[in-house]
């Protein structure tokens, strides 16, 4: 073969860029080579242009692998491998070297380095046990408009991490219009216990397509079907537990630095923990050993920013503890299953997403004896997480565990606070947060939360304080257990609601526990709680110009060690907190239902429950719209504080407004159709007679109202000197008074007369 041209000859950019695509010389800027086009008499600095055209893997200076030969030689500087279309084998098999000589193809750190194609472009290894590209140095790599495939990083050693199934760089990597396709990271299994030694640890696997020392920048890209599996732990004598399994990130991506998403694709990768050890020899009785942890089904960073980008069907895997017993108690025994977060990203730090979707992405606890934890179906960050103008769809953190409490957040979960801003979140499953858990402050502001389930917090979940403001919760599902909170929202801490609606959300415990738990002919019983069928805090709730409307809580009994009531808790159909403050707000058609036992048959019976509105120590209630409530009383309250307010029927026959002992304190200008609430103000009405409500409905502003109608008793009854309830604005913002005199109720009437 003839001797190729010097380097310094070879496809300068000064001496032969003009045969070059433009296109090729777009993405070149991709690399810090413009200073070489500026600088032409800098030799020295002046990239590399390769231009690749030979299918077939060899050295020759054409090939895919000769280029990257003569890449390697170049003393530092920049390169450019231009890759004409066509399918690149890599076909060179042998024993692994890091020489570029067989196997992968080895860059051996000497500059930057660009790698284009300049139509189809595939890339494809054969070899088993190999990737495609491992860049030895921490200079930058670029893949631009290339397909990438069948990467099968492996190792013998279970103690040496295996990364980087396609790609493995020491440095910066960015993927510009490039596939990155079936490609694996494969760790292997610990070694076996011996007579001198102890079950070995799993292998540990990190990107099952590309990791990277230094950040990862991924445009207008797709990364599908890659996985990282981490080993299974050796096996070893019974209840040593030793033989862990092995820990799994990045299905598609892992670094300690940053990865950016711009524009891209990442779907069905898979970050895969090891299980862990089984007793020998088979057959003995022993626990074995915990499963390996799984982190981001698509990607493992410190920080991660997503824009425009779609992750779907993505999961994050816990290895599966190797073996369960139950105790005659029915207590499960044995080692847990590995943890598992974000089954499409995970981050030790801060996140980022805007205009992005993520769909039926997986966090999936490994089967074991008790729950150990998963965060995060779709996102699990460590940090804080802001998210704006996206979607969250189907996506699951679950748990094998067989108690309760062991997932968190069906699409985030967040080490820090949590900030949403016009999304839409749907569907998601998760035990704390059906949608999103939160350590830290939750905000969502002009978000939308549908059909989320969880055990706690529906559609929210937060350990410190939520701020709602413009936002929509509706048909979110708690199903109850115990201590189960906030059909829709559940906030450790103070919430604040703000021109919002919750609507159709609810707790039950779907099919009745029964018959309940018997020894000896003696049967018992616990209380399964529900509180809050919209929103439950552990402080205080404020909730003003919003809609609260078709909650409801349904509580019940479950076998337990101790005996208790007949029926369980059931309490605040809509609202459940120490203290609540409404103002200018409706709350309709909330209800509560107990349910228990008939000690004389022990079958299952049920009856109406305690707060079918609101379930609180002291509330104060201003210009609150409150009707057509379902349980034993309305309002479940120690203290009250009421101005303006309308209370209108509750059912069924002989359900009250309040509490007979609730300690009233009225601001005057109350409507209520029975005296249980102990109105005694300056005009209070205590009437049977209709008000003459309209339906729930869009009446302007953000949120249905019931608008009272023509004749109505609520119409022009506060007098303009009471400043205090005849001044600001009604739950649509318009102002108050629009006539002679101010309305009792949410809504301020437009132009009708009064009854």
């Not at 076909?91 to 790698?115: E, K, Q, S």
């Not at 704390?432 to 559609?459: E, I, S, Y």
């Not at 379902?630 to 309002?635: D, E, Q, R, Y």
């Not at 109608?709 to 009604?730: E, Y």
């Amino acid at each position: 073969m003839p001797r190729p041209r010097t380097l310094d000859r070879l496809r300068t950019p000064h001496r032969r860029s003009r045969v070059l695509p433009a296109a090729v010389l777009l993405w070149s800027g991709l690399l810090p080579i413009a200073a070489a086009h500026a600088d032409v008499g800098g030799a020295s600095a002046a990239p590399v242009i390769i231009v690749v055209s030979d299918t077939t893997d060899g050295h020759g200076w054409r090939s895919l692998r000769g280029a990257v030969d003569l890449f390697n030689a170049s003393s530092g500087r920049p390169g450019l491998i231009v890759v004409s279309p066509g399918e690149y084998d890599l076909t060179a098999c042998g024993a692994p070297d890091d020489a570029n000589r067989t196997g992968d193809l080895d860059l051996l750190g000497h500059g930057p380095l660009t790698i284009v194609g300049a139509g189809h472009v595939k890339v494809k290894q054969t070899c088993p046990g190999e990737r495609v590209v491992d860049d030895h140095g921490a200079n930058a790599l670029t893949l631009a408009n290339v397909t990438i495939t069948g990467g099968d990083a492996t190792s013998t050693d279970p103690a040496i991490p295996v990364t980087g199934g396609a790609v493995r760089a020491a440095g910066a990597v960015t993927l510009f219009a490039a596939t990155i396709r079936g490609n694996r990271a494969r760790a292997p299994k610990g070694a076996d216990a011996t007579a001198t030694t102890t079950a070995q640890v799993g292998g540990a696997a990190h990107g099952g397509a590309v990791a990277a020392g230094g950040p990862v920048v991924v445009y207008a890209s797709t990364v599908s079907a890659n996985t990282a599996s981490a080993g299974a732990g050796g096996n070893e004598p019974a209840n040593d537990a030793k033989g862990l399994g092995g820990a799994a990130s990045g299905g598609a991506i892992a670094t300690t630095s940053s990865v950016r998403l711009i524009g891209s694709t990442l779907s069905g990768n898979q970050a895969l923990g090891g299980a862990g050890s089984t007793p020998q020899p088979p057959g003995v009785f022993g626990f074995g050993a915990a499963g390996g942890s799984a982190r981001g089904g698509a990607v493992d960073a410190q920080t991660v920013s997503v824009r425009d980008s779609t992750l779907g069907s993505n999961n994050a895997v816990g290895g599966d503890s190797a073996f369960i017993l139950f105790s005659m108690a029915g207590n499960p025994l044995g080692r847990p299953g590995g943890t598992s977060g974000g089954g499409a990203i995970a981050a030790s730090g801060p996140v980022t997403v805007s205009g992005s979707t993520f769909h039926a992405d997986t966090a999936f606890e490994g089967a074991g004896a008790f729950p150990v934890g998963s965060h995060g179906g779709a996102i699990v960050s460590a940090g804080a997480a802001s998210v704006s103008n996206s979607t969250f769809d189907a996506n699951v953190a679950n748990r094998h565990g067989f108690s309760a409490g062991g997932s968190f957040g069906g699409g985030i979960s967040t080490g820090a606070g949590l900030r949403l801003t016009h999304d839409t979140l749907t569907n998601n499953v998760g035990e704390n947060g059906g949608a999103v858990h939160a350590a830290g402050p939750l905000t969502a502001h002009a978000d939308t939360f549908r059909g989320n389930q969880a055990t706690k917090g529906g559609a929210a979940h937060t350990d410190s304080t939520a701020t709602v403001s413009n936002a929509s919760f509706s048909d979110n599902h708690v199903t109850v257990t115990e201590g189960s909170a906030g059909g829709g929202l559940y906030a450790a801490g103070a919430v604040l609601v703000t021109r919002s609606s919750f609507s159709g959300n609810h707790l039950d415990h779907g099919n009745p526990s029964f018959p309940p738990l018997c020894h000896f002919g003696i049967c018992f019983f616990g209380d399964i709680g529900a509180h809050g069928g919209a929103v439950a805090s552990g402080a205080a709730i404020g909730a003003t110009e919003s809609t609260f409307s078709d909650n409801s809580v349904q509580g019940g009994l479950t076998p337990s060690p101790a005996p208790t009531q007949l029926f369980g808790t059931a309490t605040g159909g809509a609202l459940a907190a120490p203290t609540i403050v409404v103002a200018d707000s409706t709350i309709t058609g909330n209800g509560s239902v107990q349910e228990g036992v008939d000690p004389s048959t022990f079958k299952f019976i049920s009856g109406p429950g305690l707060g079918a509105a609101l379930d609180v120590n002291a509330a104060t209630l201003t210009h609150v719209t409150l009707t057509d409530s379902s349980g034993l009383n309305a309002i479940n309250a120690s203290t009250l504080t009421i101005g303006g307010t309308v209370l209108r029927d509750v059912a069924p026959v002989g359900g009250t407004e309040c509490l007979p002992t609730v300690a009233t304190t009225s601001e005057g200008y109350n409507f209520s159709d029975d005296a249980s609430c102990r109105l005694t103000g300056v005009h209070d009405i205590v009437t049977t007679a209709d008000p003459l409500l309209g339906p729930l409905a869009e009446n302007g502003g953000p949120t249905r109202t019931r608008l009272p109608a023509a004749g109505s008793l609520l119409v022009n009854v506060i007098p303009t000197s009471d400043t205090a309830l005849c001044s600001g604005t009604d739950q649509r913002g318009i102002s108050r008074p629009q006539g002679p005199a101010c309305d009792v109720g949410s809504v301020e009437v437009v132009g009708i007369a009064s009854g």
